[in-house]
């Protein structure tokens, strides 16, 4: 939560308290973007990619032959979390704006003319209403 600085003490203070109630839970998982862009994520797992293939001794050459995309994602700061289904962008805006870029590749985009502060219950369950009416083809 490298972000949290950059919020007032009290909002970081209960983003910090709602992560460690639900540290141990499975199952849906919820991103909330703060001071984050999708470019600087993905140029930060390049970088981390190749500091961690020269440490083990390989020559760029090596690198660039043995680079794919799951070595990428394997890099990047949502490691470990499945891919977004749904993806919903609050505030009436009609852009990813950044989000994600990597892993909504195949995500279903729901977009609220709801302000993030203002975002309530019913505005939720009509994503999920959204998205449930939704055939997914992946890409195809």
Not at 53 to 59: P, T, W
Request: proline share 4%.
């Amino acid at each position: 939560m490298g972000a949290l600085e950059l919020l007032p003490p009290d909002t970081a203070a209960v983003l910090r308290e709602a992560a460690a109630r639900t540290a141990g839970v499975t199952g849906l998982v919820v991103n909330i973007a703060v001071g984050y862009g999708g470019r600087r994520e993905i140029a930060d797992a390049v970088k981390q990619l190749l500091r961690a293939e020269a440490d083990k001794g390989k020559s760029i050459e090596e690198i660039i032959e043995s680079l794919d995309v799951d070595q990428i994602a394997d890099h990047l700061y949502t490691k470990g979390q499945p891919d977004p289904d749904l993806v919903i962008r609050t505030s009436g805006e009609q852009r990813i704006g950044g989000f994600l870029l990597w892993q909504s590749i195949h995500s279903e985009f729901y977009f609220c003319e709801a302000y993030w502060p203002d975002f309530r219950r019913v505005d939720f369950l009509r994503a999920l209403r959204a998205y449930s009416e939704r055939n997914r083809r992946y890409g195809t």
